[in-house]
């Protein structure tokens, strides 16, 4: 059963999709990204996206630590349902917004201003996306200047990040890498 682990909402338990196709992110790497990111900004700043969201989990996190809003972005419909019945049950439905499409797709269709946020991405392993997403976000580096982007991966996975993006902190829980980034140009963090 999935716990948020600090903030607001501290211990209330989260539904999560049964099958081989959900990997939540385990508490203790949740409780790690965050005391990272308590370093790093003032999540209460950062607008969240949650790109590929399964239970949406990392995106109820950061509300429950004071994040104003989170984009929800999740392509399974069960998964879909799953984010709306937690977010029903902690009555953030004005404080969150959920589309079920595919997390590309929905970037490019999205009209971006520059701003504070903070991109949560957890695709499925050793799959395309990560690049895809990557590339997009380099190719509009004005746009997500200074944001800040936490990567979860199979720590065995092997990524060159291109310019402009820096690599702020790694953190490896098990098999699970995490990677914090930043577009440059800009001040980094």
């Known amino acids: 059963m999935l716990t ?8 209330r338990r989260l539904h999560s999709v ?11 790497v949740r409780q790690a990204i965050f005391n990272i990111l308590t370093n790093l ?19 109820l996190e950061a509300i429950s630590r004071g994040a104003p809003f989170a984009f929800f972005i999740e ?22 917004a959920i589309a079920c499409k ?12 520059p701003g504070d946020r ?3 991405l957890d695709p499925p392993y050793n799959k395309e996306a990560l690049p895809k997403l990557l590339a997009y976000f380099a190719k509009e580096r004005e746009l997500f200047r200074n944001n800040l982007f936490v990567i979860e991966m199979d720590k065995k996975e092997e990524i060159q990040y291109p310019e402009p993006f820096a690599l702020i902190r790694q953190k490896i829980y098990g098999g699970t890498r995490i990677d914090f980034l930043q577009i440059i140009p800009g001040e980094p963090l």
């Open 118 to 120: 903070l991109f949560f």
């Open 41 to 59: 900004i003032q999540i209460e700043d950062y607008e969240i996206i949650d790109l590929f969201a399964g239970t949406g989990a990392l995106g």
């Open 75 to 96: 392509n399974k419909a069960k998964h879909c349902q799953c984010i709306k019945k937690n977010i029903s049950e902690l009555k953030l439905e004005k404080q969150t």
């Open 18 to 28: 049964e099958g081989k196709d959900v990997r939540p992110t385990l508490g203790k």
């Open 4 to 11: 948020l682990s600090s903030g607001k909402f501290k211990g």
């Open 102 to 113: 595919e997390a590309f797709s929905w970037l490019r269709q999205r009209s971006w201003q």
